[in-house]
């Protein structure tokens, strides 16, 4: 069903609480079993608000905000998470569809356009991607987001669906990561004193500095892997 794609991608892709989203399966089961019995009349929006129910623990329980575009209407529904995580008061109508491009870091900007155009023109049915956006505040973010795309009969597009989480805290640590490992690096091959880096089990040189090439007479190539 076209209508439940933002649920399924969610559901799909947030990590879920097992024993709590089992208790409002069960109680969906119910509420369907209940509507197919002879003069039990369908109750949609009980179904409805259970199953609302669901797809908030799934987002929660990962850490993910959802969003739900229709190409056919033009809305676009915005998971209240989807409102935190760049930045707006959960409800603001400044934040649209297309409005949300506004507020990805120019650098990143292009790279997002290309690779939705590409899904779209192309018959992808996936996108995803990891970019920076700038809060109203002015703050930076990191972003990973992934969108599934459902189409019509005719292979048009007709819903566009999926989460988005902040990846900042990781994209710093591995900022972290990489000036530590630049700032060893320069230490190592700088240093006065032959150093030198070996597996454990085969004690096979990975990497040595040029002090510890020239003590043994040897170029840094020539010792690497002995």
Known sequence: DVDDVGTQVAEQLAC??????GE???AIGREESHATRPGSAVRPARLATLRE???TLALRSGGYAAWD???????????????????FDRGNKELTFNSVNDLVHPDDRQKVEDGYRRMLTEG?????TEYRIIHPDGRVRWIFGRGRVVRGADGQPVRYAGVDIDVTERRQAEERLRESEERFAKAFHSAAHPMSIATVAEQRYI??????ADAVGLTREQVIGL
């Open 53 to 55: 129910r669901r797809l």
């Open 16 to 21: 879920e609480e097992p024993a709590l989203i």
């Open 69 to 87: 575009h229709d190409y056919r209407t033009g809305e676009t529904y915005n998971s209240p998470e989807f409102y935190d995580l760049l930045g």
């Open 124 to 128: 992808g049915d996936v996108f995803e």
């Open 24 to 26: 409002i399966d069960d």
């Open 207 to 212: 990497d040595v500095n040029q002090a510890s």
